[in-house]
């Protein structure tokens, strides 16, 4: 903030107090629900008034990029440092799934990312360039080094892998993650995260190698199926299932059937032999008569 001859005008400290306290709560909410937040929801977050909040920040997008800049700037930095780095093709995939597990959490992260390089100029308080556009050069250098050692094949672009980034979040976010009003929390039987990001970059690799998928940690006193071994869910009231559904309760109720079927003589006869009825006379004997 400068004064009418140009001079910087140093806040009071109760208003980088105010400022402080709105970012903190802007962060906490939009990584929640993103830019879809409402501004008075921020300012009740941060114990201040709405005209706090927009004498700090001209509009909530404004407030919303100051919130994630810093983040940014970590992705950002960090693919620079690794442009020079030996092994390009494990440096470029390492540094996808880091930036996908990293991310897929903040809803505010995954916008801002999915958005990247399609929003024309940077504005203008950022710069030349703001930290989304250097994350995407940087993630450029990084693919072209990768291409040029032979790991990832040669006919993929940038443009095509900062969709495939974007989609991998948004399939981490849906198979990972909840959607509660507390924020990102783990949902109940939720694939574990790193499914969806092994078989994108599987799609990126040159060769036809496969990544093993992880695979979720079994739950402690998880009780199984034990037709087909999937996990039970614990019923609320009653007794507890013993199958996982109606076709598994069947298939266990003929095997039992099968099992306590009384047995006939066939059935006693050792194996490769038949049963055959013996006549009571020799057919080839005269009868009396």
Known sequence: MRSADGRPVVARADARRNRALVLQAARSAFEERGLAVPLDEIARRAGVGAGTVYRHFSSKEALFREAVRDRMWLFADA???????????????????????????????????????????APADEGPAGPDLEFLVALGVLLSRAQQAGAVRADVDLDDVRTLLAGCLAMERRRSVGRGPAGPDPAPGA????????????????????????????????????VCGAALVAARTGRPARYCGGA?????????????????AADRLPAGQSWRLKPRWDASKPRRS
């Open 79 to 121: 693919a620079g440092d690794l442009v020079d780095a030996d092994d390009p093709g494990g440096v470029f995939f390492r540094f996808l799934a880091s930036v996908v597990r990293l991310a897929a959490p903040n809803r505010a992260l995954c916008e801002v990312l999915e958005a990247a390089g399609e929003g024309g100029p």
């Open 191 to 226: 694939a574990p995260m790193g499914r969806m990001t092994a078989l994108m970059l599987d799609g990126l690799r040159a060769d036809r190698s496969v990544t093993e998928l992880p695979v979720a940690a079994p739950i402690r006193h998880e009780t199984r199926c034990p």
């Open 248 to 264: 598994c309760r069947q298939k266990a109720h003929r095997a039992r059937a099968r099992r306590t079927a009384p047995r006939t």
